[in-house]
C-alpha cells in the first residue's frame, strides 16, 4: 500500500521502508544503459534464475535529502555518492551507471517526492536509497548482461537517536577479507555482518566493531560505519584499512577536523590504542556521527569517553556538519547542492 504524506508522524518516522508515490528505474541491457524514467510500481519482477538470486551482485548507496530553513532542499555530496557506485560497481564486474545520471536521477526522486521531505526541524530527512542488481539468468558462475538501477526514497527519523553514546561490542567474526569486499558497498558485506549484529543487538550493544581481518589488531570499522577516535593529545585519528568502506562522512569530516586544527590523519589504530581515547565515534549518513560510549572486548567494557554524554570536540564536528548539511553554515564548495 502507497504511503499517504497525511498518515505520517515527522517526529517518529523511524528508519523503516515506506512504499513512496515515485521512484526511479533504468535497465542495463544489449551492452548500454537504456533510458530511466520516474515510475510508481515499487516492486520488482525477477526469474528464479536472476544473477543477484545466487551470486549477490548487487551494490547500493545511502544518501539523504534536507529541508532547509526557508523550505528549499538540499542534497550533501550526491556526486560523492555516484562516484563510490562507480568503483562499487567496478569491484562487482558491474557495468557502472554514468555518475551524472545518478545524481540527476536523485534530483528526479526528490522532487517526484517533494511532499514528503521531512520539514526543517523535525530531525527527520528523506532518505535515497539507490541500488542495482544482476537480472538476467545464470547457472554456472558469472557476471550478469542486464541489470537494473533503482533509486527509491523513503522519509526517516535520526538512525541512532541523536548525539546519545551507545554501547559496542568489538566482533570475533569478520564483516569482510583483506582484499575482499569491503570497500565496495554491497549486499554481501551485510549478509555477513548480519549474524554479528543480530547477536550483539541481543546482548545490549547498539553494534559491533569489527577488527583488521588479517591480524585482528587494528580497528576496521563497524557494520555499518566508519571509525573514529580523539586521541589524549587531541587529534583525529580514523583507520586507514583495505577492508573497510570509504564513509562520505569521514571524509567530511576530515576536512572539518582539519579546518578545527584536529590534525586528522587516517592510519592503522590498534585496539589497545581505541580503549585509550579521549573520544570516539561511528560516522555514517544514516546518524552523521553516532557517539562511543564504550566498546566490549573479551568481556571487559572499556568507557570512552562518558556512558551518558557526548564529549566537546565529537558535539562541535556533529554541529559543524549538520549546519552545513541544512545550508544553516556554508560548508566548502560543492558540498550541498540546493534543489530548484
Ligand atoms: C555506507 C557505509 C558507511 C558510511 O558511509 P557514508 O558515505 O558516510 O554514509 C560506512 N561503512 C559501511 C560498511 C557502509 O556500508
Redesign the pocket.
Known sequence: MKQRVEDLDWKNLGFVYRDLPYRYEAKYKDGEWQEGKLVEDSTITLSEGAEVLHYGQEIFE??KAYRREDGKINLFRPD??AH?FTLSAQRLAMPPFPEDRFVEAVKQVVHANEEFVPPYDSGATLYLRPFMVGTSNVLGVQAADEYVFRIFAVPVGAYIKGLNPADYIVSDYD?AAYAGT?QA?TSG??ASSLLPSVEAHKNGYADCLYLDPREHKYVD??????FYGITQEGQFVTPKSKS???????RSLLELAKEQGLNPVERQITLEEAFKMKEAGA????AVISPVGSITYNGKKHVIYSETETGPVTTKLYNELVDIQYGKKKGPEGWVQTLD
Open positions: 545511502g544518501l560523492q555518492n563510490r564483516r569491503g558497498k558485506n551485510y570499522e563497524f557494520g555499518g560505519a566508519n573497510i568502506l570509504i564513509s562520505i562522512t569521514k560516522m555514517g549518513t544514516a
